[in-house]
C-alpha cells in the first residue's frame, strides 16, 4: 500500500471549515484514498473513502486531486465534539487476501472554541 | 448499523496471568476480524488477522504463542493475551469487514489492558 504523509497537528476554529490535507504520491491506479479518526481512548471511525471522483457523505468531503497524488478531507462546519487526531490510508480495495490497514502517524485536529 | 463491541472496556491484571478480550460484531456477519495495538501517544499496529473458522495471520513480530486469536463464528473472536507482562500494558481494538463485500472495517471501542 502507498505511504501517505499528514501534518502531525492542525488548529480550527469552531463552527469553520476543517480542511485536512494528505499526500500520497506513490498511489496506484486501484488504491483508494480512506479516512478515519480516532477520539481520544476510543476505536478508530470510518469516515469517508473514493478513488478518483470528490466524495461527500453526511460527515465529510473528500477532494481527490485530477492526478491523484494529494487529497484533501474537509469537515464543513467543525464541531468540538470533532476534535481528533485522522488518518489517511490509502489501500487496494475488494483485495480479499490483504485487507489490512496501515495506519501512519495521522493529524491530530484540535477545534478551537 | 454495523456496530462492533469489545469486552471488556478495561481490565487489571497480575504479571504472570493470562487476559482474554472479546470482540464481537453485533449486528453484521464478519468472516475476517483484525487486532491492533495502540500505545500512549503512538498509532495502531495490526497484530493479527483473524478469518473464521481458519488459524490467524501474526504480522511480523508478533508473537502467536503470546497472543492467542480465535476466531470461532461470525460474530466474534477473541484475544488471549497469555502471561502478561507490564510490556503488554495497552490499548487493543479490533476490527471488523462486513461479510457481505462491504469493505469498510468497522472498529471496536477497545479495551485497555494494565499489566501490574
Known amino acids: 500500500d502507498a505511504k501517505t504523509t499528514q501534518p502531525t497537528s492542525m488548529d480550527c476554529a469552531e463552527g469553520r471549515a476543517a480542511n485536512l490535507p494528505c499526500n500520497h504520491s506513490t498511489i496506484s491506479g486501484n488504491e483508494y484514498v480512506y479516512w478515519y479518526r480516532q477520539i481520544h481512548s476510543q476505536g478508530p471511525q470510518y469516515i469517508i473513502h473514493?478513488?478518483?471522483n470528490n466524495e461527500t457523505n453526511e460527515m465529510a468531503s473528500l477532494i481527490i486531486t485530477e492526478d491523484r497524488k494529494s487529497s484533501t478531507l474537509i469537515l464543513p462546519h467543525a464541531t468540538l465534539r470533532d476534535t481528533a487526531v485522522y488518518y489517511c490510508?490509502?489501500?487496494?480495495?475488494?483485495?480479499?487476501?490483504?485487507?489490512?490497514?496501515?495506519f501512519g502517524t495521522g493529524t491530530r485536529l484540535t477545534i478551537i472554541p | 448499523g454495523a456496530v462492533v463491541s469489545q469486552h471488556p472496556s478495561w481490565v487489571i491484571c497480575k504479571s504472570g496471568t493470562s487476559v482474554k478480550i472479546e470482540c464481537r460484531s453485533l449486528?453484521?456477519?464478519?468472516?475476517?476480524m483484525f487486532w491492533y495495538r495502540q500505545f500512549p501517544k503512538q498509532s495502531l499496529m495490526l497484530m493479527a488477522t483473524s478469518n473464521e473458522g481458519s488459524k490467524a495471520t501474526y504480522e511480523q513480530g508478533v508473537e502467536k504463542d503470546k497472543f492467542l486469536i480465535n476466531h470461532a463464528s461470525l460474530t466474534l473472536s477473541t484475544l488471549t493475551v497469555t502471561s502478561a507482562h507490564p510490556e503488554d500494558s495497552s490499548f487493543y481494538i479490533c476490527?471488523?469487514?462486513?461479510?457481505?463485500?462491504?469493505?469498510?472495517?468497522?472498529f471496536g471501542p477497545g479495551t485497555r489492558l494494565t499489566v501490574t
Open positions: 476490527s471488523a469487514r462486513d461479510q457481505k463485500g462491504v469493505y469498510e472495517q468497522y
Open positions: 473514493g478513488l478518483k
Open positions: 449486528d453484521f456477519q464478519a468472516t475476517t
Open positions: 490510508i490509502v489501500r487496494v480495495a475488494h483485495n480479499f487476501g490483504n485487507e489490512k490497514l496501515t
